[in-house]
């Protein structure tokens, strides 16, 4: 089974991407998809979400990362049926000073990934807030990036340096990357979100996924207490738009891979 890799990125915090590797990760496995996560970010709170302690395992991504350990003996159970999880650890701040001094660092995580077949349909990699070592990694490792942004103005503004890191990444490391934003925390009745959202859809195009994630106060409680929102409150909006947007991108999937057919 070849896995399909993504990363969920964004410079900007605050723009509920930790919540979307959680809730998109436990809905894509409610649907039936084998799903690994891999919490990429030093402060851990996606391992947090599924019940661990960031830096207690004995492998993590950290030893990934750093010290060549396969990523199979980093891998842990959660919960949730079907989908895993690499844990965080605060080591992997040391990544960010330790990886750009090795030869072709770049293409760490990516060999890892390549080493060992995993058993899992998909791959998500929750990185951390910059466009530090790690992020490069990831996204030189990925088939596709996923940018969660709001429809605010900072939020928009900071998708000019994720070009910008796309077109280095596409550039140096993976020519193959492509990238869709997801428009997270929509408030319909803010004027404000609603002209972002129609600035986005004209600039970006079909770069943007047709989910949007509204705002919904079970979604920020969900990894607090450790459930995705499909089993917290399956029957919550949240749930439902992440579920619509799991489809979408498996979908999405489906179509490039018939386009890449022969």
Sequence with gaps: MTAYVIAISNEKGGVAKTTTTFSLGASLAEMGKKVLLLDLDPQGNLTLANGLEPGKADKNGSHVLLNGAQLLEAIQKTSTPSMDIVPSSPTLLDAEQKLPVRNHYAYTLLNALQLDTLPYDFVLLDCPPSMGAITFNALTAAALLVIPTQAEYFS?????????????????????????ILIT??????????????????TFG????STVIEVDTRLRESPIIGIPINQYRPNSRGSYQYQVLAQE??????????TQSP
Excluded: C, S, W
């Design 156 to 180: 928009a503004y900071a998708l000019r340096d994720m070009m910008t890191l796309i077109r280095r990444i596409r550039r140096d490391t993976n020519p193959r990357l492509a990238y869709r």
């Design 185 to 202: 925390l929509l408030d319909q009745r803010n004027r404000t979100h609603k002209v972002i959202r129609e600035q986005l859809t004209q």
């Design 249 to 258: 991108l498996i979908d999405y999937v489906q179509q490039q891979k018939d």
């Design 206 to 209: 079909n770069g943007l996924f």
